[in-house]
């Protein structure tokens, strides 16, 4: 098995890739203006698609799904992909605005909020100074009708990006992705978090927490309110589903 196929973990399907390989996917993808989209996962990511079917078909026809989570990266390693990459979501933006700033594709932003993508924008623009961003749009918290919708798309083909980076987090900017597949005429990320973490609007865990697969406990303690339910429901109810799939106890289509 090469490292551009996918392997199952649990339920859902992950790419056991290295950056070298998804930036010279980028760059092709980019050169040939094929529609495809990319999902950067983690264990919320993994449980969701579990517990719903519409969300793993979303994920598993992804072109690529990355081990953003350290708990993914490592399962990956169990499985004996030694040459798997931990690939968070920020640390992807930041190559792929780097390679965009090199071969001068141009890229958008499709969620978070106004003030997130003012701030981005000027963080990316003084790190990368040729690259170039068409696209920029906070959507409203709100279901889209047809004609919202169709606007979107028109407006986002009119502004000729390579790559969109989704914000919408978890599970909605997979659904998107997967629905808007053959209507835009560009490669999709969807990178969840990391516009609020490029911004500056959440702190953005130490590489050595990272390291130890203690980011989501640095995120815990800035978000509580938010993320302990998340956090308490999906890592224990990952850790007994990926024993009983590592044991032969279970076996996940």
């Known amino acids: 098995m090469t490292q ?7 339920n859902y399907l992950i790419n056991p890739i290295s950056l070298k390989d998804l930036l010279n996917f980028i760059f092709n ?16 990511s993994c449980i969701e698609s579990y517990r719903d ?22 399962a990956l390693r169990i499985f004996g ?6 690939l968070p979501g920020y640390y ?3 190559k792929i605005c780097e390679l965009a700033n090199k071969k001068k594709f141009i890229i958008g932003f499709y969620g978070s909020t106004d003030n997130n993508l003012k701030k981005i924008n000027t963080f990316l623009k003084k790190k990368y100074r040729n690259l170039i961003v068409n ?36 599970p909605k900017q997979e659904l998107w992705m997967y629905e808007h597949k053959n209507k835009l005429n560009c490669c999709m990320l969807g990178i969840g978090a ?24 640095i995120r815990l303690i800035t978000e ?12 224990f109810l990952f850790i007994f589903l990926f024993f009983l799939q590592i044991t032969g106890l279970k076996k996940f289509k």
């Open 81 to 86: 992909f030694n040459k798997a990459e931990h």
């Open 4 to 10: 551009l196929n996918k392997t199952r973990i649990i």
């Open 53 to 74: 079917r519409k969300f793993k078909s979303a994920h598993n026809n992804a072109t690529f799904a990355l081990a953003d989570g350290r708990p993914i990266f490592w």
């Open 135 to 170: 696209y920029n749009y906070s959507p409203p918290f709100r279901k889209l009708n047809k004609f919202e919708k169709k606007i979107i798309i028109e407006k986002i083909n009119k502004s000729k990006i390579d790559i969109l980076f989704v914000s919408l987090g978890c």
């Open 92 to 94: 992807v933006t930041e």
């Open 224 to 235: 509580p309110r938010r993320l302990f339910w998340r956090y308490f429901s999906t890592n």
């Open 194 to 217: 990391a516009v609020d973490f490029l911004s500056g609007n959440k702190i953005l865990p130490n590489k050595f927490f990272e390291y130890l697969g203690l980011a989501w406990l």
């Open 29 to 44: 993808s980019t050169n040939r203006k094929k529609s495809n989209y990319i999902c950067i996962s983690n264990i919320h």
